[in-house]
């Protein structure tokens, strides 16, 4: 990643083609380094100068947690540091959320969780505030959610959509339960929608079939343009994929 | 062996899910692995290798029957790239695959055992011929 320069920290909302790559070299130095103060400075910077959130979960957050992975899976990082470092990026995150600029409320409902042992949450709390800046109400769940929880707040809220995120291939399974879980308790043509996405489902694209589920997204950006339909029709989009 | 299998059939991806308990203690009995080594150095590698068996176990099961290689040759990537940094080198995972595929054989009746050990040996080809470094 970009190492960033004094003078690379100039940036502004009103251009489309602004770059965060140098912040996101700032950031993951910050990270590494442990220092919370100036991570959530630099963020909240940056988006007080008029840049989407969904830009900087996108090209900072999500670039960083890609990159802290890679750096662990070759030994280039402990255990320790990738732990402070998503815990900071956690604690960015939050900080940023009383600058959302939400849309108007389109009164659709979310129920997000990963299930099973799944502990990877933070791409699904993407998505999950991706569909709230988009007007939804969303019941992020995280990490590790019994299945069984998960369909009965789904059926209890009304639902119009179950998101579930693994990171883990050998959760693919548990996945499939929840689909199934959630198709025995629907009704024919009612009942909430399921979305699936996490990083076996990128890795293997017809993996959301397999599983059974109604969509697929490959990001939190897809997610939310894949199912967007639905708040405007109520016309199924089954099995459409982004 | 180069091919990628076919897909097992569902009853025999049930009964491998349904037993892996016995699969992984089978294996770590059958495994000469940490025998030489003594005290809490045997318990640390025996611990390690459960818990390796154990997600090797939930990967096979998970995606056994999903068409296509890319998911398990992740796995390969993972295992040549990270373990190796956990102590594991790939021959020593290809050695531990080998006897969780003995250890299959000896615990599934022989024809879901004839539709598995099949993925377990195309996982060692690739683990034995990937490169060791650098990869996913
Ligand atoms: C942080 C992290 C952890 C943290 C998670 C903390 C937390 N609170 O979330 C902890 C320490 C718990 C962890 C543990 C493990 N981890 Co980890 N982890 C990571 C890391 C570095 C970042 C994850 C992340 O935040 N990604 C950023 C998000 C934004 O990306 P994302 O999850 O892909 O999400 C995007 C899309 O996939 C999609 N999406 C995701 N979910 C959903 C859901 C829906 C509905 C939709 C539509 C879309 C969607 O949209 C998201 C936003 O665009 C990744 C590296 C990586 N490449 O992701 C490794 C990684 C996933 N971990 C890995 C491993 C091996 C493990 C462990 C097994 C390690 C161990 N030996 O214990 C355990 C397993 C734990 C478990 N049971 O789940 C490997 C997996 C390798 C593989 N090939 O399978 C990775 C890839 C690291 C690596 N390169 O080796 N990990």
Redesign the interface.
């Known amino acids: 990643m970009k190492k960033s320069g004094p003078d690379d920290r100039t940036f502004s909302g009103n251009s489309t083609t602004v770059s965060l790559a140098s912040v996101a070299g700032e950031y993951l130095e910050t990270i590494l380094a442990g220092d919370r103060r100036h991570a959530v400075d630099l963020v909240t910077e940056v988006a007080d100068s008029g840049i989407p959130i969904k830009q900087i979960y996108t090209d900072v957050f999500q670039q960083c947690q890609f990159e802290l992975g890679r750096l662990w899976e070759e030994n280039r990082i402990t255990v320790a540091k990738e732990h402070l470092a998503t815990a900071i990026t956690q604690l960015a995150m939050s900080q940023l959320y009383n600058r959302f600029d939400f849309a108007d409320r389109v009164g659709k409902k979310m129920v997000a969780a990963c299930v099973g042992g799944e502990l990877h949450e933070i791409g699904l709390r993407m998505v999950a505030d991706f569909f709230e800046l988009d007007g939804w109400n969303t019941h992020y769940l995280g990490a590790n959610t019994p299945i069984r929880e998960v369909v009965e707040m789904a059926f209890d809220i009304g639902a119009d959509i179950v998101a579930l995120s693994t990171s883990m291939t050998f959760n693919v399974e548990k996945v499939r339960d929840a689909v199934e879980a959630i198709r025995t308790y629907r009704q024919p043509g009612g009942g909430p929608k399921i979305l699936v996405g996490g990083r076996p489902f990128n890795v293997e694209p017809t993996l959301w079939q397999y599983v059974g589920a109604d969509y697929f997204a490959a990001s939190a950006t897809g997610a939310a343009e894949s199912v967007g339909k639905l708040s405007h029709h109520s016309a199924s989009v089954e099995g459409e994929r982004r | 062996m180069s091919g990628f299998p076919a897909p097992p059939s569902s009853a025999a991806v049930a009964e491998f899910?349904d037993r892996g308990e016995e699969i992984v203690s089978k294996t770590l009995e059958l495994s000469d692995f940490y025998r030489g080594l003594e005290g809490e150095d045997a318990g640390i590698v025996a611990s390690k290798m459960r818990k390796g068996l154990e997600?090797t176990h939930?990967?096979v099961?998970?995606?056994a029957?999903?068409?296509?290689p890319?998911?398990l040759q992740?796995?390969v990537s993972?295992a040549t790239?990270?373990l190796p940094?956990e102590g594991f080198t790939p021959a020593m995972v290809a050695a531990n695959l080998a006897t969780f595929n003995d250890a299959i054989g000896r615990t599934l009746t022989a024809e879901h055992a004839a539709e598995i050990e099949p993925i377990i040996e195309w996982l060692i080809d690739q683990i034995t011929t990937a490169p060791s470094?650098?990869m996913?």
Do not use: F, I, K, N
């Open positions: 899910r997600m939930r990967v099961a998970s995606v029957q999903v068409p296509g890319a998911l992740d796995q993972w790239t990270r940094h470094e650098g996913g």
